[in-house]
């Protein structure tokens, strides 16, 4: 009764933490479109900044701490390649101007194998690393990993990751969202321009007589559905290349069947000799240590 009891207290704690941290990253987000704190992109130590990054990195440290007991160790490893992933590509498309993104292909991997919290906490501390050491733009942004995060965690859910040809779907869907949700930071902080690529999509709106606000989601919903298309596809193209073996090591993957992969079940006729050869096995194995009786 005890041991039952105990479980059901540290279920509704961990429910308390995952609603705290979720509370925590809207209100951020919140404060960044209502304030429109424009230094964020100028300098990642501004009071807005500052503001930001505690707000996401709290709110990610809750989700975590909500949600870390049903993440093994081998999730908890992947993260921070994850992360890098986010970041190297991220930068390196920004670099090159592309009205794309890809910075979020390791928040969808870690969510497809993982589950949503593991997605939505490698996305906050993406964003907010990569804030931190290269990009100040990239920090308001942190909201858009978490919609990432979640979306990518229940497609996998649902069986998008079961056919290649679902997953792009599953992407399209969530570049939508993203691009509704990231529209006002990036015309209310940073005037709608936060590369070349994307920049160029929403002079041409304003051009056609859009308000800031009308290009950048109209950019949004151009740039978003490809990009985050793209990266499902080259998520499932990776899990494809990793081994099944790998994959079955994530209680996520085993518990919803994401890749719609089961264990081998035995034929009566093999259930029934099951016994004898492990029987046989263990003769042999003896008679080689030299310790069977006779």
Do not use: C
């Amino acid at each position: 009764m005890s041991t039952s009891r105990t479980t059901e207290t540290n279920k509704v704690r961990n429910r308390i933490l995952i609603a705290l941290g979720a509370i925590i990253v809207i209100a951020t987000y919140v404060y960044i479109v209502v304030a429109q704190p424009a230094e964020i992109a100028e300098s990642a130590t501004s009071q807005a900044s500052l503001i930001a990054i505690a707000g996401y990195v709290v709110g990610a440290i809750l989700l975590a701490a909500g949600s870390i007991h049903r993440l093994p160790t081998v999730t908890l490893a992947m993260v921070p390649v994850a992360i890098a992933l986010n970041i190297v590509v991220g930068q390196l498309v920004s670099v090159l101007n592309l009205p794309i993104y890809l910075d979020s292909i390791g928040t969808v991997l870690v969510s497809a194998i993982a589950g949503p919290a593991a997605g939505v906490v490698t996305g906050i501390l993406t964003n907010v690393i990569w804030g931190l050491l290269l990009n100040p733009i990239s920090l308001p942004f942190a909201v858009v990993q978490v919609v990432i995060g979640v979306m990518a965690g229940y497609a996998a859910r649902w069986g998008f990751f079961r056919m290649w040809y679902l997953a792009p779907v599953a992407g399209l869907v969530t570049g939508v969202v993203a691009a509704v949700i990231s529209a006002p930071i990036a015309a209310y902080i940073f005037g709608g321009a936060t590369s070349a690529g994307t920049g160029a999509i929403v002079g041409a709106f304003q051009a056609m007589g859009q308000s800031l606000l009308g290009a950048t989601t109209l950019q949004g919903l151009i740039s978003d559905p490809l990009d985050k298309a793209i990266t499902f596809t080259v998520v499932v193209i990776i899990l494809a290349a990793l081994p099944a073996r790998f994959l079955q090591r994530f209680p996520f993957v085993r518990e919803y069947n994401v890749f719609g992969k089961k264990a081998p079940v035995l034929s009566p006729s093999s259930a029934a000799a099951a016994p004898a050869a492990a029987e046989a096995a263990v003769d042999a194995a003896a008679d080689a240590d030299g310790t069977t009786e006779r």
